[in-house]
């Protein structure tokens, strides 16, 4: 496959996959209230070819990733729609940490030149 057909290839698959649906689900209907699941969508990829490290005629590759993160959802009422985040709870440590960490170490770096 050249260059040119794997490049094709890629944004053919990525047209494909480019669909709302990607980022807002399906609606459903729960007790009055219509749901709809949002997420973030985010791709990635690359490709390459060049000649062989012998010499010998050429090589290619490529790759792609995609990512899904739900963020939330929509509801939606006869009165009102809002936006309900869905809470990380893991993340909201993990930068519970990290504050934790630099306030301690900007405390003992004050310290040390007090001295």
Same mark, same amino acid.
């Not at 949002?38 to 010998?56: K, L, T």
């Not at 739900?70 to 869905?86: D, K, M, S, W």
């Given at each position: $496959? &050249?260059? /040119?057909?794997?490049? !094709?290839?890629? !944004?053919?698959?990525?047209?494909?996959?480019?669909?709302?649906?990607?980022?807002?689900?399906?609606? /459903?209907?729960?007790?009055?209230?219509?749901?709809?699941?949002? !997420? +973030?969508?985010?791709? !990635?990829?690359?490709?390459? &070819?060049?000649? +062989?490290? /012998?010499?010998? #005629?050429? #090589?290619?590759g490529g790759g792609?990733? %995609?990512?899904?993160k739900p963020l #939330?959802?929509?509801?939606?009422?006869? #009165? /009102?729609?809002?936006f309900v985040p869905?809470?990380?709870?893991?993340?909201?440590? $993990?930068?519970?940490? $990290?504050? +934790?960490?630099?306030?301690?170490? $900007? %405390?003992?770096?004050? %310290?040390?030149?007090?001295?």
């Amino acid at each position: $496959m &050249s260059e /040119q057909e794997l490049v !094709a290839s890629i !944004a053919d698959r990525l047209k494909a996959s480019g669909d709302v649906k990607v980022v807002f689900g399906e609606p /459903q209907v729960i007790e009055g209230k219509t749901i709809v699941p949002v !997420a +973030s969508v985010a791709y !990635a990829f690359g490709g390459g &070819s060049g000649p +062989s490290p /012998q010499g010998q #005629g050429e #090589g290619g590759g490529g790759g792609g990733a %995609l990512r899904v993160k739900p963020l #939330g959802v929509l509801e939606i009422t006869a #009165g /009102q729609t809002r936006f309900v985040p869905i809470v990380d709870a893991t993340r909201l440590a $993990m930068m519970g940490i $990290m504050a +934790s960490v630099c306030i301690v170490f $900007m %405390l003992t770096r004050a %310290l040390r030149k007090r001295r």
